[in-house]
């Protein structure tokens, strides 16, 4: 995947030196991530890494104990989900947190409803502006008045996104997008990626996938028991090496201790 170029251009995130603990565990300990703008940054390790801890931080679910967050570069402060959203960053949930009895344009604007100058719902205007963003995602999405319930696991997960890109979202959190997807619908997903880099929204993709991190990402992040182990280029990098980061904690090139 094209490497981005990165000098002279401000990161979208940086997390600096993120710590967090639970009771006694270390959940996230001294991480230090960043995104840059038209990137895909990869967040790859086991169950318990803490990856999901360390992007809740981004999100506002969690507050970090110690470090910083700056964003476009400048010092941000997240204490809950609505900071997070009034700086451009949209979380898309594993589980996609859909309304499954309503359409495709009642999701897109859920809690946040198109009105008519009388304060109705203006259902006309949503489905509208829902078929005009969805020509550009995903244009085979013909599914406008059917609950989401009847949806492909990709046409949902186009739904989910075509709500972040709607509101503006700049930098996108996935939480293993792909998981639970067929061959088809991921490369769906592979191809809204693709489209949300070059409208260049930066994207944070959780996974525990080696080979979506290969073909979807710029760079991958590997944790292990919340530290980070390194961060590579995922050109610079085979699979085993990415491998060897998750399992042993040993970054390409340095000894394992
Ligand atoms: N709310 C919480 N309370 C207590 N422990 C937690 C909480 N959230 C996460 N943890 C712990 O933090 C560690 C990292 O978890 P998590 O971030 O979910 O890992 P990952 O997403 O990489 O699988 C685990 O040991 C987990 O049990
Ligand atoms: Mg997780």
């Given at each position: 995947m094209a490497q981005v170029q990165k000098q002279g251009v401000t990161p979208l995130v940086e997390m600096r030196d993120i710590c967090i603990s639970f009771g006694g565990v270390?959940?996230?300990?001294?991480v230090s991530v960043d995104l840059y703008p038209g990137e895909v940054v990869g967040l790859l390790g086991h169950n318990g890494a803490g990856k999901s801890t360390l992007i809740k931080i981004l999100s506002g679910a969690y507050q970090a104990d110690s470090g910083e967050i700056h964003v476009r570069g400048k010092k941000a402060t997240i204490t809950n989900p609505r900071d997070a959203r009034a700086l451009k960053i949209e979380t898309i949930y594993q589980t996609l947190?859909?309304?499954?009895?309503?359409d495709a344009a009642s999701n897109l604007f859920l809690g946040r409803e198109l009105v008519t100058p009388?304060?109705?719902?203006?259902d006309d205007a949503m489905e509208a502006e829902t078929r005009k963003i969805m020509a550009k995602l995903n244009p085979n999405f013909k599914k406008f008045n059917d609950p989401v319930s009847a949806l492909s696991g990709g046409q949902r997960q186009s739904v989910a996104i075509a709500r972040a890109v709607y509101f503006d979202a700049q930098i996108l959190i996935m939480d293993?997008?792909?998981?639970?997807?067929?061959p088809h619908e991921t490369q769906m997903v592979s191809e809204l990626i693709e489209q949300l880099k070059a409208q260049g929204i930066g994207i944070f993709l959780i996974s525990h996938d080696i080979h979506d991190v290969m073909k979807l990402c710029d760079r991958a992040s590997v944790m292990k028991n919340g530290q980070l182990v390194g961060t590579v280029d995922?050109?610079?990098?085979?699979d085993d090496d990415l491998l060897g980061m998750i399992i042993l904690g040993k970054k390409p090139g340095v000894a394992a201790d």
């Open positions: 270390h959940a996230v300990d001294h947190a859909l309304a499954d009895n309503l009388l304060g109705l719902v203006d293993e997008p792909t998981a639970a997807l067929g995922v050109d610079d990098v085979t």
